[in-house]
């Protein structure tokens, strides 16, 4: 009965997050006659295709609206605006959770109640900088702009990605050789790459369904991007091309929830092996690691026999659990 109840709940949950795609793909294709006959014919179902298919709908999107130019707007400043929140977010996090001590996180939770304040409240003060830099009606404005939405709570994201990870797995990289500019630029990133990865999702997401600041900066069609295009070249006063926008909508969230997926859905990458074993401490106080085979070892010893077994203190330390996780140097400290 378990497994019943849990093969029910699954396929509950599929079927509400399924069905807005087929409501989508079935709008697309319909007929007006088909879309609007419903509110006088009761016999008429919503959720089939009463009458055949058609690609009018499609027509009109490709066809009479720049729909294609603002896909590369979105893109263009969607790429722009995930490579600088990861360039900050990343390096101000690290900060906050390693280096700042006690205040760090009081900092943290300062920077992330920014991000709390309605665009509604910014756009004007916004504007009157976008004015004074002379990027009015220009894709740089949104550039520029969007890092403020994602920057802050990206920097709180990271902070707590980084509080799962061991501190000693950065400790014996610096014992290794490392320096501490090191360890930030090479060891860190990789030990929260599903923390990055979380900051680029939602960054992406955040700025392919913004409004508010493309409406107040941009003006002319051909630099609009999809959540602005979209909806003021499809509604015309009171009338809704709803086979259109609901084109507009499949060909845009179909690519983003099968790109999501190969994201999310990978064990290696939101599994990372270098904290797959992690550390931990056991009842008399002495750090332990659990290493990939399902031996533990404490953490100052080598996890394989030869001269670095031999070693003591940081040497051994480092000729062990370092190398173990892939941060082992060349020319390290405990080499002759």
Known sequence: MKRVAL????????VF???PFYWMLVTTFKQNRDLYVGASDLSHIPWIFNDPPTLEHVKLLFGQTDFPRWVLNTLLVVAAVVVITVAVAVPAGYSLARLAG?????????????????PTLLFVPFSRLVSLLGLQNSLASLILIYPTM????????VMGFLRSVPWEIEEQAMIDGYSRLAVILKVAPRLIVPGILTVVVFTFTLVMQEFVYALTFISSV???TVSLGVPIALVRGDVYHWGAL????LFTSIPLAVVYNLFIDREPTFHHPFTRGGCHENPNGIV?????????????CSSRRGPAAG??????????????????KRHSLHQP
Do not use: N
């Open 311 to 328: 070693r003591t203190g940081g040497q051994a330390r480092g000729g062990g659990d370092a190398h173990h996780y892939g941060f082992h």
């Open 102 to 118: 006690r205040w760090g996180e009081r900092m943290g939770m300062g920077i992330f109640f920014t991000y709390l304040i309605p």
């Open 150 to 157: 994602t920057i802050p709570f990206c920097t709180w994201l």
């Open 222 to 224: 051909e630099k609009m």
């Open 7 to 14: 093969y029910a709940a699954a396929l509950g949950f599929v």
């Open 246 to 249: 609901m084109a507009a909508a």
């Open 17 to 19: 997050a399924g069905f």
């Open 288 to 300: 332990l690691r659990a290493h990939r085979r399902g031996s533990v070892h404490p953490l100052g």
